[in-house]
């Protein structure tokens, strides 16, 4: 029974939306399966808005990659000028840009999932015959799944710490860290998402006869 | 069962999943989950590390910033007019043009701080130029991913900023040990690249003109403000490296953009080879607009979603590793080797033989924390051995079976990578014997650091 307790517990206090409440929740062992659970819906769920709507699928992980790089990129170049011209420094110009760093490469580690750049040798994988290759990017879809349950579910409770710690991000008045944490379980909840896809279009190709593996190059267009 | 058993079986188990082609930060992934198991450490520690790797880092910045400079200066043009110099230079050599791109390596390695995206971009520039030049097709991408070795010890560099990040080294001083052995490895690779032509009579030759060479340099001025600014500002200590490469992408960035109507207004053709154009038309790039930027920083945005998560696995890894006793482990066995040079060339073995199945980034972060300290007690120079350490993991990048680099300039010239291995083989030659001349003489990474 207790099982279950935990479980309406965790339920209760993100209904409550008090940090403290959600972090005492979070560290019962119920977490792992209200993760399993909220990984599985929600990779549903962002599956089908990329299908229904392909402008956010092909361009939210592209945004918030492509404009925290930026950022990163001009706080920093802005904190020279400043220091050189100006004789001054925002204090949070070294502080931030880490923050968005962490954004950025978790939203790129799902962007590359979909496009199945991440490193891998795949020299015996193209060789096997087709039901060993579909095999393999079974294996690859389950391994992604696991592993993305356990980072969201250790990352949230890490969230609800610093926002029941009140962490202030260095350097400013009012900007709290869980802001940017947060994007960590988001970034993992959206590969779900993109295992999903890979994993439709793998059943579909296996089915049409299309070829399964088709190599992937980096930073290609 | 033993721990020790336990993590034997591990290990095995994800080195079986890695020959089935699982992603490498899955397999190290997976390596970190059952090991904190048989530990009986909570995995909270692993979702913390994986975001505190970023948020502690700002030195780590400067290796996304020094990717997106690579892109930056192969949009705007800048990377093109430091081949067109190479070219000029070296073209009335047997092999002129490879030894050239060699050499425009060289210098977008001292822009850009990655090894892919300097394989790539040669790769994909000069590759149909050496097929036109009469070069073997598998040479010219073998050149390609040899010539991006060096992209990580010219600097700037990605990995010199990752271990300088560990090992608290000043990463200002690293990169400027890595200058001299990088400038070898690139000579070194252009004499066996000469060798190979000779022997093969392979590439046309052009006379070497001096207007041609001025020319060429005059037009890539931007290329040398560039490198000049890094250099500068690192050796002077004006600025950090993270600085450095925030600045770098600036000027980049401004530099793209404004010779963009520069170079609308003076009417220059770009479609025409450098002989035939003026001084006037090599005095700006072709740059590039403000709406162009988004599709060049994906490029970089999507190589760096590849490293920086690998970079915060291994970083758990190493944090597992020194808990199950490696250090000592290995550390027992590399000094029974015996004195200075013993543990000098085991360990050179060790990086060696895990570069040929780890990309650079996991051997610097898993093996650097276990081998620097004990080459430190033997008496080799924290500095010097970084260099060596990070010229092992270079040379990584064209062993099989796992060599990036040969993946990339397999992707980016058409080749296929099976056929690209034989052609490595006489740079591997080289560049393994600068790697044992660099580490023999200590003064080649240390003489250029500024005397306290």
Redesign the interface.
Known sequence: MSFWADIGAIFRALMSRDSFEIQSALESDAAWVVGILAAAISGLIVMFIYRKVPVIERQLERSVMVYSYLAIALIIFWGVIDRFVFNDQEPWSTTIPPLLFMVMAWFGASYNVRLRTHLSFSEFRSSMPRAGQLACLILDAVLWFIFAVIVIVTTTRLVALSASNFQIVLGTDNIMQWWFLLAAPLAFFLMVGRVFQNLADDLQNWKTGEPLIKQAVIGAD | MTDGTWVTLISLGVTF??????????VI??WV?GCSFVLGLT??N???E??NV?????A??AM??FI?TGDLINKSGIARRLSDFAYACLGWIRGGLAMASLGACGLFAAISGSN??TT?TIGSMLHPEMIKGGYDERFSAATAAAGGTVGIIIPPSIIFIVYGFLMNLPISELFVAGILPGALMVIGMQLACWVICRINGWGYLIPLQLNRVLKTAFGAWLGFFAIGLVLWGIYTGK?SP??A???T??FC?IAGLVSYPINRIMGARNDIPPTEKSFAEMFVVEGFTIPE??SI??????????L???I?ISVVMQQILSLLGAQETIGNFVTSMGGYHAVLFTSMVIVFFSGMVL?SLPVTIILAPILAPIAASVGIDPIHFSVIFLMGASIGFITP??G?NL??AS??TGVP?FRLLRYTVPYLAALLSVWILVSLVPDLALILLPKN
């Open positions: 999943l890695f020959m089935l082609g699982v992603p490498v930060l899955l992934g997976y989950i995995l909270d692993m979702g913390a994986l975001l970023f948020n502690k880092g700002f780590l910045l996304p910033l997106l892919s995206a790539a600025f993270t600085e490469a925030g600045v992408v600036g960035v930027i988004p920083v994906i490029r970089s945005a999507q190589i760096t979603g590849i920086a998560p690998l915060a990309e079976p796992y990036l993946y990339v992707g980016v990578y």
